[in-house]
C-alpha cells in the first residue's frame, strides 16, 4: 500500500498534466462561442425545423404510386425502389435529428445529419420527375416546394457544420500539441526508485 501511495505521488505531475488536456462543459461552450459556432438551442431550432420539413414529405410520398407509372405508363422500376427509399430516409433523417439534437457539438453526428438530408433531398427530385412525366402534376409541384423551403435553415446548418469541422480539427491541433507538452514534462522525470522497506 505505501509502495502504490510512493508511486502515486511519483507520477502525480503527469496526472495533473493529462487531467489539464480534458475541457470542463463551461470551457467548451466557451470555446465554441469564440471560435463563432451556433449555440447549441440554436442549432436545435435549425435542425428541428429542417426535420420538420422533412416530415412533411411523408403523407406526399405515401400518396405517390410508381407502381402505377409502371404498370400503366411504362416508367423505370427504379422509381419504385426510390420511393421506399425516400420514406426510409425521412425515417433516418428523424433519428439523427433526435441524436444531434442531443449532442450539438459531436461533428460525426453533424455529418450523418448533413448527408442524410442531401440523400433525401436527392431521393425527393428523382421522385418529383417522376410524378411530373408519369404522374400527377400537383404531386410534383408540391414535392418542388417542399424541397426548395426552408433555405435559410439549410444554409445556416450547413454553415454550423463547416464551423464545427474548423472547430474540431483546430481543437484536434491543440490537443496534440498538450499531448506533445505533458510528454515531455513526463520524459523529464526521474525513474521512480523502487527502495524495499526494511522490517524492523
Given at each position: 500500500?505505501?509502495r502504490?501511495f510512493?508511486?502515486f505521488l511519483?507520477s502525480?505531475p503527469a496526472?495533473?498534466c493529462?487531467?489539464?488536456?480534458?475541457?470542463?462543459?463551461?470551457n467548451?461552450?466557451q470555446a465554441?462561442a469564440?471560435?463563432?459556432?451556433?449555440?447549441?438551442?440554436?442549432v436545435?431550432s435549425?435542425?428541428?425545423?429542417?426535420?420538420?420539413?422533412a416530415?412533411k414529405?411523408?403523407?406526399?410520398?405515401?400518396?405517390m404510386k410508381?407502381?402505377?407509372w409502371?404498370d400503366l405508363?411504362g416508367?423505370?422500376?427504379?422509381y419504385?425502389l426510390q420511393l421506399?427509399?425516400?420514406?426510409?430516409?425521412?425515417?433516418?433523417?428523424?433519428?439523427?435529428?433526435?441524436m444531434?439534437?442531443?449532442?450539438?457539438?459531436?461533428?460525426?453526428l453533424a455529418?450523418?445529419e448533413?448527408f442524410?438530408?442531401?440523400?433525401?433531398?436527392?431521393?425527393a427530385?428523382?421522385?418529383?420527375?417522376g410524378?411530373?412525366?408519369?404522374?400527377?402534376?400537383?404531386?410534383?409541384?408540391?414535392?418542388?416546394?417542399?424541397?426548395?423551403s426552408?433555405?435559410t435553415n439549410?444554409q445556416r446548418?450547413?454553415?454550423?457544420?463547416?464551423?464545427?469541422?474548423?472547430?474540431?480539427?483546430?481543437?484536434?491541433?491543440?490537443?496534440?500539441e498538450e499531448a506533445?507538452?505533458?510528454r515531455g514534462i513526463i520524459?523529464?522525470?526521474?525513474?521512480?526508485?523502487s527502495?524495499r522497506l526494511?522490517?524492523y
Amino acid at each position: 500500500m505505501i509502495r502504490l501511495f510512493t508511486l502515486f505521488l511519483v507520477s502525480a505531475p503527469a496526472w495533473l498534466c493529462l487531467a489539464q488536456q480534458t475541457p470542463s462543459p463551461l470551457n467548451r461552450q466557451q470555446a465554441q462561442a469564440e471560435a463563432g459556432l451556433e449555440n447549441p438551442w440554436d442549432v436545435r431550432s435549425i435542425i428541428a425545423a429542417i426535420n420538420k420539413d422533412a416530415e412533411k414529405l411523408r403523407p406526399l410520398l405515401a400518396g405517390m404510386k410508381p407502381q402505377q407509372w409502371y404498370d400503366l405508363k411504362g416508367a423505370p422500376s427504379t422509381y419504385i425502389l426510390q420511393l421506399q427509399t425516400a420514406q426510409r430516409q425521412v425515417t433516418d433523417v428523424d433519428v439523427t435529428t433526435k441524436m444531434l439534437s442531443q449532442k450539438t457539438e459531436d461533428l460525426s453526428l453533424a455529418l450523418d445529419e448533413y448527408f442524410r438530408l442531401e440523400a433525401l433531398d436527392i431521393s425527393a427530385r428523382s421522385l418529383a420527375e417522376g410524378a411530373r412525366k408519369y404522374g400527377p402534376r400537383g404531386q410534383a409541384d408540391q414535392l418542388d416546394a417542399l424541397v426548395a423551403s426552408n433555405f435559410t435553415n439549410r444554409q445556416r446548418f450547413r454553415e454550423y457544420l463547416k464551423d464545427l469541422a474548423t472547430s474540431t480539427e483546430q481543437n484536434f491541433k491543440i490537443a496534440d500539441e498538450e499531448a506533445q507538452r505533458c510528454r515531455g514534462i513526463i520524459s523529464k522525470e526521474p525513474p521512480p526508485t523502487s527502495k524495499r522497506l526494511r522490517k524492523y
